[in-house]
């Protein structure tokens, strides 16, 4: 198994932290992590990329380097407040979106066509109300004292025990995960750990995630989905326990003879990780 390539260095740019490959190629592209995620997630996939784009990598407010969010908002649309953010200091970008990541991607294409030059979506976090374990554990861990007791709860267990766990939710097979992969992730998590806001920015964004499950009228996902005029790519894994990949289907699509943009679907069956996570990525698990 080779070596993983480092983490991409990181810096400020306005209330969020970003990291980002060596400038390069003129496109842009910008990375929008999952829930409990960070923007290391997508260190290898930019890798990958690096010759055809300059990729940034968002952590969004509350996550991985980035700062509690000043005003407690954790909701999709202030988290697609951030990602325009960074897309307004980039120019417009070709925006990859996993899971929470997917669904402020949407609200973003949505409402900011003229930022987002393509849209990929990794198992995005659409509502699904279909019963399923994945959005009853984001359900759970949003409901008012329950998340919380169940966050204090968790955190007295050993890091490694839970990213662990974390890594046998979110791939078919765990053990493709790099080593120096799952060291980093566990120290990550320690140094979460130790931060004051990081239950809060956890929880607030899986209850934004609930909020957007239950929303109706012109700005539900769904909705705003069928506003988005990028081309679009929309990849599933077959074996995902979190989101349904039959939701795809549904996802944004070009209304019929706009030849500019035109939807595909990829549907992964290997190992059932995000290509976010597929190269030893830090696991998220929304």
Avoid at 223 to 247: K, N, Q, S, Y
């Amino acid at each position: 198994m080779a070596e993983p390539v480092a983490h991409w260095p990181g810096r400020m740019i306005g209330p969020v932290h970003v990291r980002s490959t060596p400038e390069g190629p003129g496109e842009q592209a910008v990375f929008v992590h999952g829930l409990a995620g960070s923007a290391t997630n997508w260190t290898d996939l930019m890798d990958e990329l690096k010759d055809v784009v300059t990729g940034h990598a968002i952590d969004l407010p509350g996550a991985g380097c980035s700062p509690a969010a000043p005003d407690g908002d954790y909701s999709v649309p202030a988290h697609a407040r951030a990602v325009i953010g960074l897309l307004e200091h980039t120019g417009p970008a070709h925006l990859f979106g996993n899971s929470l990541g997917g669904a402020v991607s949407v609200r973003v294409a949505a409402t900011r066509p003229d930022l987002v030059r393509s849209l990929t979506l990794v198992s995005p976090a659409l509502p699904d109300l279909y019963p399923r374990y994945g959005p009853v554990r984001v359900a759970a861990a949003a409901t008012p004292v329950l998340g919380e007791w169940v966050a204090s709860r968790l955190k007295l267990l050993p890091a490694e025990q839970r990213v662990n766990a974390t890594l046998r939710l979110v791939w078919a097979n765990a053990h493709a995960v790099h080593p120096v992969r799952l060291s980093e992730a566990v120290e990550e998590l320690r140094r979460r750990d130790d931060l004051p806001h990081t239950i809060a920015a956890m929880l607030g964004s899986a209850r934004g995630i609930v909020t957007e499950y239950l929303r109706r009228g012109p700005d539900a996902l769904w909705r705003l989905a069928t506003r988005v005029e990028a081309p679009t790519l929309i990849i599933h894994g077959r074996h995902d326990r979190l989101v349904r990949p039959a939701t795809a289907p549904r996802g944004p699509r070009v209304p019929a003879g706009q030849a500019r943009a035109a939807a595909r679907l990829r549907a992964r069956g290997d190992d059932g990780a995000a290509p976010a996570r597929r190269r030893g990525g830090t696991p998220s698990d929304g």
